[in-house]
């Protein structure tokens, strides 16, 4: 009996690999890539995607003798969704790596899952400070709203601002924003009279933008996620604000690339802080700008895009750098401590914060050739999230 079973399983396992099954199927290296593809968050999902193709179309799709399978879901941006298409690429497809993850509900959301199941999870947009410390298995290839903030923070005063209301999304990234900037610029002599916070689902602006006139400060810093850039704007040049002498600053979420071109002149002069710009001008980006919008109808990489780039590198780097056998705590280390040049200059993945160290640029929105663009004027270098000191 002992030994039929033993030859069965011989002729079974000489089948296989006569069918070349077996092999095959250990050969795939899955990333399960979760993004918001329709929904409010949108087009967070359509740069990532379109980022992270554009990085597999230029560096092939083998690594370390392993065929990369990139399998996209769409979580609608509803951190229960990000959760369960998580379960289900973990159990099911036997992903090697998670990435994505549109806003910081769904990182949060999937963390308890790299964790238990030891699969290193790429947060490549959400960016509240303290995702990577809700597991040992995030590294992150996007931003902290504390890390760019700051900046803004130390530009206002020295720039004529000396009261500036803010205005934040109500959520991670916005109370992040919010603390980060109004404490750095009351340490620098400025005033905050007011600190203002708008529903991320569905915000309407006015009434806020209303209170703001009223209250008249030199600025208004604004935070709001991407792809609601444009509203605020459109409504801050409505109500005259800009007339009225209220300057509008913030991050570079609300200048987003993906939209700037269409908002118009009262855009024009707007300053943000932010690490990425599509016009940045260094030869890598010149050559990341002009394949992305050749592969895709034109469309003007984002932030966002660039988080997906650089968060396909950090994971095909590990790959190569662990020899190809794709374990998840063999990866993770791979992928700490990584440096590169990135289409937003250069990067450092830090080993111990599993977060991403990266230069912090101040822009000005101008018009060139027509096109409204973010030009950076200064950059702080090397930038860490100042929320891992606390
Ligand atoms: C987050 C989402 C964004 O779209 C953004 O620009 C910044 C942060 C977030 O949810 O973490």
Avoid: C
């Amino acid at each position: 009996m002992h030994k039929r079973t033993l030859l069965q399983a011989a002729a079974a396992a000489a089948l296989l690999g006569a069918s070349g099954l077996a092999p095959a199927q250990d050969n795939v290296f899955k990333i399960g890539l979760i993004l918001p593809m329709t929904g409010q968050q949108a087009t967070t999902g359509r740069q990532i995607e379109a980022a992270a193709r554009l990085w597999m179309a230029q560096n092939g799709d083998t690594v370390a003798g392993r065929k990369i399978q990139l399998i996209v879901r769409d979580d609608t941006s509803l951190p229960d969704q990000t959760r369960r298409l998580a379960q289900e690429l973990v159990v099911n497809e036997k992903v090697n790596v998670l990435a994505g993850m549109g806003i910081t509900p769904s990182a949060l959301a999937v963390a308890p899952i790299a964790t238990q199941s030891k699969t290193p999870l790429v947060v490549m947009a959400a960016a509240t400070s303290s995702i990577t410390e809700a597991s040992p298995y995030i590294v992150r290839s996007s931003f902290t709203l504390p890390q760019v903030s700051v900046a803004m923070a130390d530009w206002a005063p020295k720039n004529g601002i000396k009261t500036v209301v803010t205005l934040v999304s109500d959520y991670g990234p916005g109370l992040d924003a919010e603390k980060y900037f109004s404490e750095r610029f009351a340490f620098n002599g400025g005033k905050v009279p007011e600190k203002l916070r708008v529903p991320l689902r569905n915000p309407d602006f006015a009434p806020f933008l209303q209170k703001v006139r009223d209250l008249k400060p030199d600025a208004l810093f604004v935070f709001v996620p991407s792809g609601a850039g444009a509203a605020v704007m459109k409504q801050f040049g409505e109500r005259g604000m800009d007339k009225a002498g209220i300057r509008l600053i913030g991050t570079g979420d609300v200048t987003d690339d993906d939209q700037l071109n269409d908002m118009g002149d009262v855009a024009l002069g707007v300053v943000t802080s932010h690490h990425y710009s599509a016009f940045h001008p260094s030869p890598a980006n010149k050559k990341f700008v002009a394949e992305f919008m050749k592969a895709n109808k034109n469309l003007r990489p984002n932030f966002m895009a660039v988080g997906g780039y650089d968060g396909m590198r950090v994971i095909y780097e590990a790959l190569k750098k662990s020899g190809g056998k794709g374990g998840g705590d063999a990866l993770l280390a791979a992928m700490k401590g990584q440096i590169f040049e990135s289409p937003r200059g250069p990067v450092f993945i830090d080993a111990q914060t599993r977060d991403i160290v990266q230069n912090v640029y101040l822009r000005k929105v101008e018009k060139k050739d027509g096109q409204l663009w973010n030009v950076e004027f200064d950059v702080i270098k090397d930038v860490k999230d100042p929320g891992k000191s606390k």
